[in-house]
Structure formats: structure tokens, C-alpha cells
């Protein structure tokens, strides 16, 4: 392959979708929202509601005892309930919520990469660029695939400081990020963001704005959201076993997906398109 073209690539697309303020917005609100005010402000609130959880000492109880037993053990190296059910909430409950950034991130820049093309009228140039089929469908994978790990690693490093000052009067130490929450980041995230692109990519090659790309593609959030539900449920939890397991699963999707896209990615029909 040759890497100089592909790379040539990605930076034209890189600053022409720096120049989008769509696309900006969603760096900076989304990271914003999800990993330093909610977090934050959830984390300090239950800090705060010692009295609410003594009164609630018996039915935590219960609902740490249904846990799996690696999470419970981890649980019970804290003192009070209140270190414990701080813990629950920035390590664990808070995880899939976590995964909605890097997911939307790629989905984003995913659907501008070529939709977006086909809005700016420049599709034509990127037809005749010098580069193979393959060649150019890699660039745009990276295109998508960079700046969600990007956030997703910064974000995930501002996340972890916020959720230490926040809880700092209950902890007195630094206890986040934990094993579980690591593995999260390092694993999951990235193989989450490859879905999310490698699913809008084929998406996006068939739809003519980034608008209609992002409708088509977004059912790709739905695991993420069902995770969530499950976990708030208490039906599972994103243990570090868990985490490994969901992680094989989507780099495998991703594999089939990917596969697929450079199977069927043809200059040939985004031509027909203009």
C-alpha cells in the first residue's frame, strides 16, 4: 500500500473537517457532557448522600451480594458503603455512557468522510486521486478511526482526574481509574469506535448528506444503549471478563464488517452519484 498517499489523505479530509462546525461541536459538547460534567457532578452527589445510604444499608446489601463475585471482592477492599457505591458509579454504572463518545465520534467523521464529499461538491477530486480503491478506503477508515481514539484516550485521562477531585472527600486518595476501567478504555473503546466507522463507512458510500448517513448508521448505538439498560439493571456488569468478551466480539464484527466494506468500496458507483 502506498502509506505517503493514504496519509495525504487523511490530513486533506482532517482540515477540511476541521473546518466543520457540526463536526467540531460534537469534540467538544459530547466529550464535555460525558466525561467531565456528568461524571463529576454524579460522583460528588453521591458522596454526599451518606444518610440516604445508611438508610439504604440493607437493600446496597442485597444488591452488591447479585453482583459478580469479582466486582463484590473488589467492592469489599473499601471501608464505608459510601466508598463502595462511589466506585459502583464512576467505574462501572457510568462505563457504557463512557463508550456513547468514541462511538459517536467515529460515527461522525465516518458519515462526513465520503457523504460529506458528495455536500462540499468535492467528490469529483477524490474519484481521480491517485490512489487504488483499497488505498482510499483505508484513509477514510483512519479519518474517522484517529480522532475517535484521540478523545477517547484524552478524554478518558480528564475523566479520571475529575472523578478523583470530585470524590476526594470520601476517598481521601486517588482510587480511580481501576483494572476494569482501564481494560475498558484500552480495549473496548477503540473496538467500539472501529464499529461505529466501519458501519457508517458502508452507510455513508450510499447516502448523499452526512445527515442521512448518520440516520441510517445509528443503530449502531443501540448495543451500547442495551448495555447500559442491562447494567443499570443489574443484569450485568462490565467486569473485566465481561469487558474482554464484548471486546473479541465487536473486533470481530468489525473484521466482517471491514472485509465487506473493502469488498464492495468502488470508485466506480460514487461516480454514478454525481
Known sequence: MNWRAIWAVVRKDLRLVSQNKNVIASLT???LLFFVIMPGVLVYLSTGSGSVLGEMQSDLGEFF???????????QTYDTIGQQFTLLIAAYL??????????????????DSIAGEHERKTLEGL??????????????LLIAWIPALIVTFV?????????????????????FPN???LTMVLWLAPAIA?????????????????????QLGSLVVLPVVLLLIAQLAGVVYLSIEVILIVGVIAWLIVLALLW????TFRRGELIARL
Request: hydrophobic share 60%; net charge positive.
Open 260 to 263: 465487506v466494506g473493502a469488498k
Open 155 to 175: 478524554g478518558g485521562t480528564i475523566n479520571a482526574v475529575v472523578v478523583n477531585i470530585a470524590a476526594w472527600g470520601q476517598m481521601g486518595r486517588v482510587f
Open 29 to 31: 459538547i459530547m466529550p
Open 127 to 140: 474519484i481521480y486521486t491517485p490512489i487504488t480503491d483499497f488505498e482510499l478506503y483505508v484513509a477514510k
Open 194 to 214: 472501529a464499529l461505529g466507522l466501519s458501519a457508517i463507512i458502508l452507510v455513508s458510500a450510499r447516502a448523499k448528506t452526512v445527515q442521512e448517513a448518520v
Open 94 to 111: 457510568f462505563a457504557p455512557l463512557f463508550l456513547m463518545v468514541p462511538l459517536m465520534v467515529s460515527m461522525t467523521f465516518g458519515a
Open 65 to 75: 451480594a447479585n453482583m459478580p463475585p469479582s466486582l463484590r471482592a473488589e467492592l
Open 179 to 181: 483494572a476494569a476501567w
